[in-house]
């Protein structure tokens, strides 16, 4: 098996920036789309970034132009930073990721603990 360790989370004034990452706890034969979501108690959880295995980037409206997801698939992490930060960004985080362990298996969905970001204003 492999577990998903987010890092990163705080406290940050509005207008701060914080960086989160997520590594996988074992090398793997391949990670997909890796993917960051977060969630707010008596909400549903939200997409918030999504980057596919060549790089490609989606976000959610809410965060465009703020946040920016990258990857380093040497080191098996994911990336997000979160610029010029608002008080509604406050939630825990959640990094998810489409991984095959070995060139046999199918790809299952990982999840994170999640890290809680709280920004003040």
């Known amino acids: 098996q492999v577990q998903l360790v987010e890092s990163g989370g705080g406290l940050v004034q509005a207008g701060g920036s914080l960086s989160l990452s997520c590594a996988s706890s074992?090398?793997?034969?391949?990670?997909?789309?890796m993917c960051w979501y977060r969630q707010v108690p008596g909400k549903q959880r939200e997409l918030v970034a999504t980057i596919n295995s060549v790089g490609n980037t989606n976000y959610a409206d809410s965060v465009k132009g703020r946040f920016t997801i990258s990857r380093d698939d040497a080191k098996n992490t994911v990336y997000l930073q979160m610029n010029s930060l608002k008080p509604e960004d406050t939630a825990v985080y959640y990094c998810?990721?489409?991984?095959?362990?070995?060139?046999?298996?199918?790809?299952?969905?990982?999840w994170g603990q999640g890290t809680q970001v709280t920004v003040s204003s």
């Open positions: 998810n990721a489409e991984i095959l362990l070995t060139m046999w298996s199918s790809p299952n969905n990982y």
């Open positions: 074992r090398r793997t034969f391949r990670i997909n789309t």
